[in-house]
């Protein structure tokens, strides 16, 4: 697949929404049920808790001129990656944002499209999240590439995975969960719109879940990683593009972060790279890693 960008400079951004459910109001209708738990983060709130706490207190926070528009964060298991997304999360505590849109790669099904959840709740072991239901359906209705394919979200882990760290930082928030299932120009053309819709709203966050390369010995995963993060980091879409089409980096929602890197290009500022990591870091097995990053 080649990827081409049209706008050169480009900050990165990243957007979320998730709300809590009100307590004593009962269940809510239309709940997706989480399929990782106890998998890839522990099975019980208080552990949940205690374990996402740790990983953003221990945390750097940098100093932010201006709003947060996005962030990119991982979603592999807590034990490999938990702290490199507490990195980025931990810069959104606080902001006046009530909405995260999150964005992952199809990992389980193989579609043709965009996949945006309209309404009900995420369930986890912390609070019943609830969907922005508006947000979502105007989403929707933006382009016929996208719709409501449920089999794309039913087993997903890569919005899953986020819901805790942003259920820590803001137990108000709403999410509108979007998977995307082509990795193609036009997706990339789609997403660009999407989000630059998003990114419009001060009160709305990105939020961009991706990992990085996999299963590269630790020597040349780095090289990978650190190329494609290079480009990120100067906000140069063309030669992230330039990157990925050579084969000199890996990410597994290439679309995704092409369309990020160009609708922030037209608010200015700039990104910031907050942790690199892979999972030869954390087990000692550097034979075949994957590679995670967060940016600002």
Do not use: C, W
Not at 9 to 34: D, Q
Not at 39 to 65: C, H, I, M, Q
Not at 172 to 198: C, D, M
Not at 236 to 255: G, I, Q
Request: charged residues 20%; glycine residues 8%.
């Amino acid at each position: 697949m080649r990827f081409s960008a049209n706008t050169i400079m480009i900050p990165i951004v990243y957007l979320i929404t998730i709300s809590a459910f009100t307590a004593n109001a009962g269940p809510p209708k239309n709940i997706r049920e989480p399929v990782v738990s106890g998998t890839f983060y522990p099975g019980s709130a208080d552990e949940l808790k205690k374990v996402v706490d740790g990983f953003l207190g221990a945390a750097k926070l940098k100093e932010v001129n201006g709003r947060v528009v996005a962030v990119m964060v991982p979603h592999a298991g807590y034990t490999y990656s938990g702290q490199v997304a507490a990195e980025a999360f931990a810069q959104l505590k606080g902001k006046p944002i009530n909405t995260y849109v999150i964005v992952s790669p199809s990992h389980r099904i193989a579609f043709d499209g965009i996949s945006v959840y309209p309404e009900g709740h995420f369930k986890s072991h912390l609070v019943f999240v609830e969907i922005y239901s508006k947000l979502a359906n105007e989403i929707i209705k933006m382009d016929e590439m996208i719709r409501y394919y449920s089999p794309a979200h039913a087993q997903e882990h890569g919005i899953e995975v986020e819901l805790p760290f942003i259920q820590r930082i803001n137990e108000k928030a709403k999410i509108v969960p979007i998977v995307v299932g082509s990795q193609s120009s036009k997706a990339i053309q789609v997403l660009e719109s999407v989000f630059t819709r998003i990114l419009s709203s001060e009160n709305t966050v990105l939020v961009m879940s991706v990992d990085l390369s996999h299963y590269h010995p630790y020597e040349q995963a780095v090289k990978l990683d650190t190329t494609g993060l290079a480009a990120v980091e100067k906000l140069n879409a063309k030669e992230f593009a330039e990157k990925v089409n050579s084969d000199e980096t890996e990410v597994d929602n290439p679309a995704g972060i092409m369309a990020m890197l160009m609708a922030a290009g037209s608010l200015g500022g700039h990104a910031s790279l907050l942790k690199y990591a892979n999972s030869g870091d954390v087990t000692g097995d550097k034979s075949a890693v994957v590679g995670y990053g967060a940016a600002m």
